[in-house]
C-alpha cells in the first residue's frame, strides 16, 4: 500500500514569491492534515480536512496560507507571498479515523527554505 | 500552556543500552489519547504506540515500553537494548477528541537520541 505522498521535497524560493506544496494521501483516508514542523520543533496543526471540508483552520495564517481539497483526495497548500520565518517542513498527514483514536500517516514532508 | 512536555531535549547512549524518554501531558478531558512518534533523519513520522485514558497498564511490544501514570500525567517510553537504527527524534503527542471534535494531535518538543556504536 502506497503511503502518503508528499512534492516537492525540496523548496528554495526568495521571499515574497509564492510556492505550493501538494499531497495525496493514502488511499481511503477521509482525514488529512497539514501540519507546519519548525526547526527543532513539534508538528503544529494548520489545518484539518474531513473529505472536502475544512473543519479545522484556525491555525492556518489567513493573509497569506490558503489551502484546498478538491474532491476529498489530494490537497494543495500555498503560500502567497512567503516570508523569511514561513521556512519550516510542512507535512501532510491522512487519517481513516476521523474521531481522535488512531494513528496518523505522515508523508516525508516538503521542506521551504525562504531566503 | 503548554500541553504536551518533552524536557529532554537530546539523549545519547551506547548501543545495547537502555534509554527511557519522558513525556508530561495537559489536559482536562477525561477521554484522551497518547501516541509515541519517531521521526528519522528521512523525515517522515512514524507511528509507534497510542494509549487510551481509560486503560493504564503498561505493556512492552518487542523493544519497546511504556509507563502510563494518569496520577502524575506522565506517558513515558522506553526502548530496551537500543540499537544504532533507533537514532531519530521522537515525539510524544496528545489527542482529546472531545474538545477538538476529532482528530488533532498536539505534539510535544521532541527528544533526540543518538545511539552510539
Known amino acids: 500500500e502506497a503511503g502518503v505522498v508528499q512534492s516537492p521535497r525540496y523548496k528554495i524560493i526568495e521571499k515574497k514569491q509564492p510556492v505550493a506544496f501538494w499531497c495525496n494521501p493514502i488511499s481511503g483516508h477521509n482525514t488529512l492534515y497539514w501540519y507546519r514542523q519548525n526547526l527543532g520543533q513539534g508538528p503544529e496543526l494548520l489545518i484539518r480536512y474531513e473529505n472536502e471540508e475544512a473543519v479545522d483552520d484556525s491555525q492556518l495564517p489567513k493573509d497569506r496560507f490558503s489551502a484546498e481539497r478538491l474532491k476529498g483526495v489530494d490537497s494543495t497548500l500555498k503560500i502567497q507571498p512567503a516570508e523569511l520565518g514561513d521556512s519550516a517542513v510542512y507535512l501532510c498527514a491522512s487519517s481513516y479515523d476521523s474521531l481522535g483514536t488512531g494513528e496518523l500517516f505522515f508523508g516525508e514532508g516538503s521542506r521551504l527554505t525562504v531566503l | 500552556a503548554q500541553k504536551v512536555t518533552q524536557a529532554q531535549t537530546e539523549i545519547s547512549v551506547v548501543e545495547k543500552e537502555d534509554v527511557t524518554l519522558d513525556c508530561v501531558y495537559e489536559?482536562?478531558?477525561?477521554?484522551?489519547?497518547l501516541f509515541w512518534y519517531k521521526q528519522p533523519p528521512s523525515g517522515e513520522l512514524v507511528f509507534l504506540i497510542r494509549?487510551?485514558?481509560?486503560?493504564?497498564q503498561n505493556e512492552i511490544s518487542g523493544r519497546y515500553s511504556w509507563n502510563f501514570q494518569k496520577s502524575t500525567s506522565s506517558f513515558n517510553f522506553t526502548i530496551t537494548a537500543s540499537q544504532v537504527v533507533d537514532s531519530a527524534v521522537y515525539f510524544c503527542?496528545?489527542?482529546?477528541?472531545?474538545?477538538?471534535?476529532?482528530?488533532?494531535?498536539?505534539f510535544g518538543g521532541g527528544t533526540r537520541v543518538l545511539v552510539k556504536p
Open positions: 494509549r487510551n485514558s481509560f486503560d493504564e
Open positions: 503527542a496528545l489527542s482529546e477528541p472531545e474538545k477538538a471534535a476529532g482528530n488533532k494531535l498536539t
Open positions: 489536559t482536562r478531558d477525561t477521554t484522551y489519547y
